[in-house]
């Protein structure tokens, strides 16, 4: 790979930093989203309450929005001069517009949709007669979920997982609005990718279109394959 590498005139740090840099943004992102998606996804079926349907469907608004809208509400509600960015300011002694911590945020906004439809399926799926039998039988509702719901849906959450991994490493409109292109810092590959190609270094640009590419096919490649299992 160095090899290859040096003879475009391209050092290991500059392809590698991005991609890095990308792969433990969507890791973290699709951590976050897992559990909080596969939480909400379980209380929103359990539960029927006043205005269900219109918290759902702004739950599945990043799915629709331009990544440049969501890039932008997230820059105000996350901001210096936002309540809850004063709060972060204060917190923490310093704002997480323009950090890792900005990118990690913007990749599980656009990643919760598909993690939380995905549970919702799978939690929407399971007979519910067998979880009550359960119940009658003396299980706890912790040892139902544990036992029972959570080997029922195993295979819905996983594939969730793994579609918010790779929606949140191809995130790029509101990553870049609120977490900025500071390379080493905050430059994930697509907007490596943007910069890069503004710059003509398309050499550069393919091998980080390539490797994403091949990154997000692994990913779908497995969802499909657990699909046809199931």
Same mark, same amino acid.
């Given at each position: 790979?160095?090899?290859? +590498?040096? %003879?475009?005139?391209?050092?290991?740090?500059?392809?590698?930093?991005?991609?890095?840099?990308?792969?433990? $943004?969507?890791?973290?992102?699709?951590?976050? &989203?897992?559990?909080?998606?596969?939480?909400?996804?379980?209380?929103?079926?359990?539960?029927?309450?006043?205005?269900?349907?219109?918290?759902?469907?702004?739950?599945?608004?990043?799915? *629709?929005?331009?990544?440049?809208?969501?890039?932008?509400?997230?820059?105000?509600?996350? !901001?210096? /001069?936002?309540?809850?960015?004063?709060?972060?300011?204060?917190?923490?002694? #310093?704002?997480?517009?323009?950090?890792?911590?900005?990118?990690?945020?913007? /990749? /599980?906004?656009?990643?919760?949709?598909?993690?939380?439809?995905?549970?919702?399926?799978?939690?929407?799926?399971?007979?519910?007669?067998?979880?009550?039998?359960? @119940?009658?039988? !003396?299980?706890?509702?912790? =040892? *139902?979920?544990?036992?029972?719901?959570?080997?029922?849906?195993?295979?819905?959450?996983?594939?969730?997982?793994?579609?918010?991994?790779? %929606?949140?490493?191809?995130?790029?409109?509101?990553?870049?609005?609120?977490?900025?292109?500071?390379?080493? #810092?905050? @430059?994930?590959?697509?907007?490596?990718?943007?910069?890069?190609? =503004?710059?003509?270094?398309?050499? +550069? $640009?393919?091998?980080?279109?390539? /490797?994403? &590419? +091949?990154?997000?096919?692994?990913?779908?490649?497995?969802? %499909?394959?657990?699909?046809?299992?199931?």
């Amino acid at each position: 790979m160095d090899s290859l +590498l040096n %003879r475009f005139d391209i050092t290991a740090s500059d392809f590698f930093t991005p991609v890095g840099l990308s792969l433990q $943004v969507a890791i973290i992102a699709m951590i976050i &989203v897992f559990i909080l998606g596969t939480a909400t996804a379980y209380f929103m079926n359990k539960h029927d309450f006043p205005g269900k349907i219109v918290l759902e469907t702004l739950f599945l608004l990043p799915i *629709v929005l331009p990544p440049t809208v969501i890039g932008f509400i997230l820059l105000m509600m996350f !901001g210096s /001069s936002s309540f809850i960015g004063t709060m972060i300011d204060w917190i923490f002694d #310093r704002s997480i517009i323009f950090t890792w911590y900005a990118a990690i945020l913007a /990749s /599980s906004v656009v990643a919760f949709p598909l993690m939380y439809q995905a549970a919702k399926v799978g939690f929407a799926g399971v007979d519910k007669e067998v979880q009550e039998q359960a @119940q009658v039988d !003396g299980a706890t509702n912790f =040892q *139902v979920f544990y036992k029972i719901t959570l080997p029922l849906v195993a295979t819905a959450l996983i594939s969730g997982g793994i579609l918010s991994f790779a %929606r949140a490493i191809g995130e790029f409109g509101a990553t870049l609005m609120i977490a900025g292109n500071i390379p080493g #810092r905050t @430059q994930t590959l697509p907007t490596a990718i943007y910069v890069e190609m =503004q710059s003509g270094n398309y050499t +550069l $640009v393919w091998l980080w279109v390539a /490797s994403i &590419v +091949l990154i997000s096919f692994i990913m779908l490649f497995l969802v %499909r394959v657990m699909a046809k299992k199931s």
